[in-house]
């Protein structure tokens, strides 16, 4: 399968999946009967649903009726999945000339699907020039020509424009009903610049903001639309202004209140950007048992704003993000795959009736998973400052008090703690020594613990700390802040 180094960040997003995915023009459909999607493993707050092996599920969406739907990157197939009956439909794609499905044909990850406000599926095929159309009620598939190159997200805007970006297009498009062209829709793509590798996508107003991989940058458009089409985007800004601030591999975003959220897909980071003071925040992850960076990818916006729900790469985990109370919970994944011990969460979409519930890909175990957002977190933590100042004397110890409430009844009442920190891209802690002792409680005995800090010559500056709390299945993190002097204090002892 593919190692840590080839997961998904630019050049390797595209990876060894791009295969022209050949399926005719006109519109054809092949349905096969139902299949139960098998509860393979769940815990109160993660649930699992089979898929066929090797169908390596990618991308994913839950309509507006809670209909769950997701692509297979190598079976040529279109699943729907009805969570009350926990069934699911395999919609096959095939040529209209062939009886049945080519195997392996459609061997192109799928990164984005959408539904329209007319009720179609759209989804398209890194690597190719094709997007896709199905059409719910008739079970049918249209593909239309991309010149541009396939989308790499999608978004449906202001009267059921789709906007779509294209990583190795360079290039930002729009997709708009309009009857004048044989196929209902005008296909317009505006170029970006070489060597831009746009992937994120967020719509705001009449604007269109875009991370851009390959320049590090933060882009936003105006949008030229005087006569409800969309003829043209101006760029109106890019973020860092200066050369100071530099991001890692800005993947996906949200934009609110002169806040944008990013995630840095090079690092174990969701990064607050503020545009006005032009100042940065990052919140690591908690450290995954590799000390892997874990790479977090796609950003779901929930509760106006409140709420910031982001898939983990490589950290077995999806997480939510409280931007108001800045606090953070991870759902373990249960399931791993035969051929390692990372799961790979490459796509999410929560529900939109009820936003808290959130739906999961698992590319490399053939599952999909639903996270119960409302079940209760029996636990949480706190430290007795909000902000600290680590000694430079490393023969000095700087030290934070813990303490954990609550219960933990779903691993005999025992509790792991754990410490990340910002400054380092896989969320260590680089020069500084750390201990948290203890590291492991037994909440029916020990509430209270602390976390030790020893600084050997870590580089100044303002970072940030988290401290996590974890049963096992979900973990709770608090942020610090963490700053470390420019004067160093060397102590010498002479014998």
């Given at each position: 399968?593919?190692?840590?180094?080839v997961?998904?960040?630019?050049?390797i997003i595209?990876?060894?999946?791009?295969?022209?995915?050949?399926?005719s023009?006109?519109p054809?459909?092949?349905?096969?009967?139902l299949?139960v999607?098998?509860?393979?493993?769940q815990?109160?707050y993660v649930?699992?649903?089979?898929l066929p092996?090797?169908?390596a599920?990618?991308?994913?969406?839950?309509?507006?009726?809670?209909?769950?739907?997701?692509?297979s990157?190598?079976?040529?197939?279109?699943?729907?999945?009805?969570?009350?009956?926990?069934?699911?439909?395999?919609?096959?794609?095939?040529?209209?000339n062939?009886?049945?499905a080519?195997?392996g044909?459609?061997s192109?990850?799928?990164w984005?699907?959408?539904q329209?406000?007319?009720?179609?599926?759209?989804?398209?095929?890194?690597?190719t020039?094709?997007?896709?159309?199905f059409?719910?009620?008739?079970?049918?598939f249209?593909k239309?020509?991309s010149?541009?190159?396939?989308?790499?997200?999608?978004?449906?805007?202001?009267?059921?424009?789709?906007?779509?970006?294209?990583?190795s297009?360079?290039?930002?498009?729009?997709?708009?009903?309009?009857n004048?062209?044989?196929?209902?829709?005008?296909?317009t793509?505006?170029?970006l610049?070489?060597?831009?590798?746009?992937?994120?996508?967020?719509?705001k107003?009449?604007y269109?903001?875009?991370t851009?991989?390959?320049?590090?940058?933060?882009v936003?458009?105006?949008?030229?639309?005087?006569?409800?089409?969309?003829?043209?985007?101006?760029?109106?800004?890019?973020f860092?202004?200066?050369?100071?601030?530099?991001?890692?591999?800005?993947?996906?975003?949200?934009v609110?209140?002169?806040?944008?959220?990013?995630?840095?897909?090079?690092?174990?980071?969701?990064?607050?950007?503020?545009?006005?003071?032009?100042?940065?925040i990052?919140?690591?992850?908690?450290q995954?048992?590799?000390?892997?960076?874990?790479?977090p990818?796609?950003?779901?916006g929930?509760?106006?704003?409140?709420?910031?729900?982001?898939?983990?790469?490589?950290?077995?985990?999806l997480a939510?993000f409280?931007?108001?109370?800045?606090?953070m919970?991870?759902?373990?994944i249960?399931?791993?795959?035969?051929?390692?011990?990372?799961?790979?969460?490459l796509?999410?979409?929560t529900?939109?009736r009820?936003?808290?519930i959130?739906?999961?890909s698992?590319?490399?175990t053939?599952?999909?998973?639903?996270?119960?957002?409302?079940?209760h977190?029996p636990?949480?933590?706190s430290?007795?400052?909000?902000?600290?100042?680590?000694?430079?004397?490393?023969?000095?110890e700087?030290?934070?008090n813990l303490?954990?409430?609550g219960k933990s009844?779903?691993s005999a009442?025992h509790?792991?703690?754990?410490?990340?920190s910002?400054?380092?891209?896989?969320?260590?802690?680089g020069?500084?020594?750390v201990?948290?002792?203890?590291?492991?409680?037994d909440?029916?005995?020990?509430?209270?613990?602390?976390?030790?800090?020893?600084n050997y010559?870590?580089?100044?500056?303002?970072?940030?700390?988290?401290?996590?709390v974890s049963?096992g299945?979900?973990?709770k993190t608090?942020?610090?802040?963490?700053?470390?002097?420019?004067?160093?204090?060397?102590s010498?002892?002479i014998?």
């Amino acid at each position: 399968m593919i190692s840590r180094n080839v997961s998904i960040a630019v050049g390797i997003i595209i990876i060894g999946f791009v295969v022209f995915w050949a399926v005719s023009l006109k519109p054809v459909s092949h349905q096969t009967d139902l299949f139960v999607g098998v509860t393979s493993s769940q815990n109160p707050y993660v649930q699992e649903f089979s898929l066929p092996t090797g169908s390596a599920p990618n991308g994913l969406i839950v309509d507006n009726n809670g209909t769950v739907w997701v692509t297979s990157s190598s079976l040529n197939a279109l699943y729907s999945f009805d969570p009350e009956s926990q069934k699911f439909q395999n919609y096959v794609i095939k040529t209209d000339n062939s009886s049945s499905a080519v195997s392996g044909r459609n061997s192109t990850m799928v990164w984005t699907i959408l539904q329209d406000k007319d009720g179609f599926i759209w989804f398209s095929p890194l690597g190719t020039k094709s997007i896709w159309r199905f059409d719910t009620e008739h079970k049918t598939f249209d593909k239309f020509q991309s010149d541009a190159g396939s989308a790499f997200q999608m978004k449906s805007g202001t009267g059921g424009i789709i906007w779509f970006t294209t990583l190795s297009g360079n290039s930002l498009g729009v997709l708009q009903k309009n009857n004048a062209f044989p196929s209902g829709y005008k296909m317009t793509s505006f170029n970006l610049g070489s060597s831009t590798a746009p992937a994120g996508l967020f719509l705001k107003d009449n604007y269109v903001w875009v991370t851009e991989i390959t320049t590090q940058k933060i882009v936003q458009y105006g949008i030229t639309n005087p006569s409800g089409m969309i003829e043209n985007i101006t760029k109106m800004a890019e973020f860092p202004v200066d050369n100071k601030t530099l991001l890692s591999s800005p993947t996906d975003l949200f934009v609110d209140s002169g806040i944008v959220w990013l995630t840095e897909h090079g690092t174990s980071f969701l990064t607050e950007y503020d545009l006005q003071p032009g100042t940065v925040i990052r919140y690591p992850t908690s450290q995954n048992l590799f000390h892997a960076t874990t790479l977090p990818f796609w950003i779901r916006g929930i509760n106006d704003g409140k709420g910031l729900w982001f898939n983990e790469h490589e950290g077995n985990k999806l997480a939510f993000f409280d931007t108001v109370n800045k606090t953070m919970i991870e759902y373990n994944i249960p399931s791993k795959p035969n051929d390692g011990y990372l799961t790979y969460p490459l796509n999410i979409s929560t529900d939109p009736r009820d936003e808290n519930i959130l739906w999961f890909s698992e590319w490399n175990t053939d599952k999909i998973g639903k996270i119960n957002g409302h079940v209760h977190i029996p636990f949480s933590i706190s430290a007795n400052t909000d902000q600290v100042l680590l000694n430079n004397d490393a023969s000095k110890e700087t030290v934070v008090n813990l303490e954990v409430h609550g219960k933990s009844p779903y691993s005999a009442n025992h509790v792991f703690l754990n410490a990340s920190s910002s400054i380092a891209p896989d969320a260590g802690f680089g020069d500084i020594d750390v201990k948290i002792s203890p590291d492991v409680l037994d909440l029916s005995s020990g509430n209270t613990s602390q976390l030790i800090l020893r600084n050997y010559s870590a580089l100044p500056g303002n970072y940030t700390l988290g401290i996590s709390v974890s049963n096992g299945l979900v973990e709770k993190t608090i942020f610090l802040n963490l700053i470390v002097p420019k004067e160093y204090i060397f102590s010498i002892t002479i014998f």
